[in-house]
């Protein structure tokens, strides 16, 4: 048994934490921790799988191209489908995601 808010930083990290929870075929189940990481200037994220986010503590900003910025607190959650362009604004101290990728590689 584990917990997902167990040993979450006090501080600020150089860079997010990506923690596997669960990885099979077509499948992997991440723990992401972000303190105060975003995404570059400019930069856009492209996935070849689906995901789905919950966001569990803390707080962010997203944005997927062409849509207008989203505030995210603990509880809302979210479909990113393949090659939907996407980009994490601002994090808060520590937050913590649950990420699912699914499906095959498009």
Do not use: K
Not at 5 to 28: C, K, M, Q, V
Not at 32 to 40: A, E, R
Not at 46 to 72: F, I, M, Y
Not at 78 to 101: G, N
């Amino acid at each position: 048994m584990a917990n997902l808010l167990d040993g979450l930083p006090t501080g600020a990290l150089g860079a997010e934490r990506f923690e596997d929870l669960i990885s099979r075929p077509g499948l992997r189940l991440e723990r992401i921790v972000s303190t105060g990481q975003s995404s570059p200037p400019g930069e856009w994220m492209d996935q070849a799988r689906d995901e789905w986010v919950l966001l569990v503590a803390g707080g962010a900003g997203l944005t997927l191209e062409g849509d207008p910025p989203l505030t995210l607190t603990p509880g809302d959650h979210l479909l990113i489908p393949a090659h939907r362009r996407h980009r994490v604004e601002w994090t808060e101290t520590p937050t913590v995601w649950l990420a699912v990728h699914f499906g095959e590689d498009r």
